[in-house]
């Protein structure tokens, strides 16, 4: 900005009109540079009001990213959790299993066991019955004694093979 030479810069005292010309010259020059400088501030505090609306965005992405990897991490802690009691329910049901298995088999040998010493009874007075029919024929009264002996060592026959039908029962139940 130029003063004009009506303002009195220099026309008051002969001989300092250069200087007075000099004085509005730096005066413009330093208006120049003021105006230089702030513009160049200016321009620098945009780019830094830019940059930190760039970090300030970066840094709400980054907290969101944290948040999400947090929710992701607690999610994943309640999966192990449930996978853990599920292990060991797990377990329980196959403990049970397994007792009442093995349980199941100790009666199932207990049963066979006594029904085979049921039959084993039931053969040995079968026996018994036919010695006592074959020392009624030795004795030769009648001929109903020799068809009681007959029928006496049929139903002996059938309870044997019975007795033997039961056997691989028995094995079976044991190796279970």
Do not use: C
Request: aromatic share 8%; charged share 20%.
């Amino acid at each position: 900005m130029t003063n004009p030479p009506d303002q009195g810069w220099g026309t008051t005292v002969p001989g300092f009109e250069p200087f007075g010309g000099m004085v509005v010259n730096a005066v413009e020059a330093y208006e120049r540079t003021l105006s230089l400088v702030q513009n160049w501030f200016e321009g620098i505090l945009t780019t830094y009001k830019e940059q930190a609306e760039g970090y300030g965005a970066m840094l709400r992405s980054v907290d969101t990213s944290l948040r999400a990897l947090e929710q992701v991490i607690e999610s994943q802690a309640k999966i192990t959790q449930a996978l853990s009691e599920s292990l060991e329910a797990s377990r329980g049901v196959v403990t049970a299993a397994t007792n009442s298995n093995q349980h199941s088999t100790e009666r199932i040998e207990t049963f066979v066991a006594d029904a085979m010493a049921m039959l084993t009874g039931q053969l040995q007075a079968l026996k018994n019955q036919v010695d006592l029919g074959q020392a009624m024929l030795s004795d030769p009264m009648s001929t109903s004694s020799t068809a009681f002996l007959k029928m006496t060592k049929d139903w002996s026959d059938a309870y044997g093979q019975m007795l033997g039908s039961a056997n691989p029962f028995k094995h079976a139940a044991r190796e279970d």
